[in-house]
Nanobody, 120 residues
Framework: QVQLVESGGGLVQPGGSLRLSCAAS????????MGWYRQAPGKERELVAT????????NYADSVKGRFTISGDNVRKTTDLQMNSLKPEDTAVYYC?????????????WGQGTQVTVSS
């Protein structure tokens, strides 16, 4: 069984910064992709950022490019999301995501979510 534990959400003023962290535990043979998604009230869950290929490939939603930075460590099975210049429209529940190899099968796992609120 794989578990993802997130931390770092909270309330911040517009223009401020937050750092989200996620740690995976369990019998993981290989991390394929780690990333972050978010879901605002009344909206569908959307991709924020992903990191693959041992950290050599990073992908960002257009709305966060230049403001958010994803990092990851496949050995420690962790990923962080540094969020700068936060805007009210970044308010959402942020979910950590992992696609990993267990035995012969690649599986998807999600964290429980952490609330990020950007408001003055």
């Amino acid at each position: 069984q794989v578990q993802l534990v997130e931390s770092g959400g909270g309330l911040v003023q517009p223009g401020g910064s937050l750092r989200l962290s996620c740690a995976a535990s369990g019998s993981i043979d290989r991390i394929n992709i780690m990333g972050w998604y978010r879901q605002a009230p009344g909206k569908e869950r959307e991709l924020v950022a992903t990191i693959t290929n041992g950290g050599n490939t990073k992908n960002y939603a257009d709305s966060v490019k230049g403001r958010f930075t994803i990092s990851g460590d496949n050995v420690r099975k962790t990923t962080d999301l540094q969020m700068n210049s936060l805007k009210p429209e970044d308010t959402a529940v942020y979910y950590c995501y992992v696609n990993c190899r267990i035995g012969l099968i690649d599986r998807n796992y999600w964290g429980q979510g952490t609330q990020v609120t950007v408001s003055s």
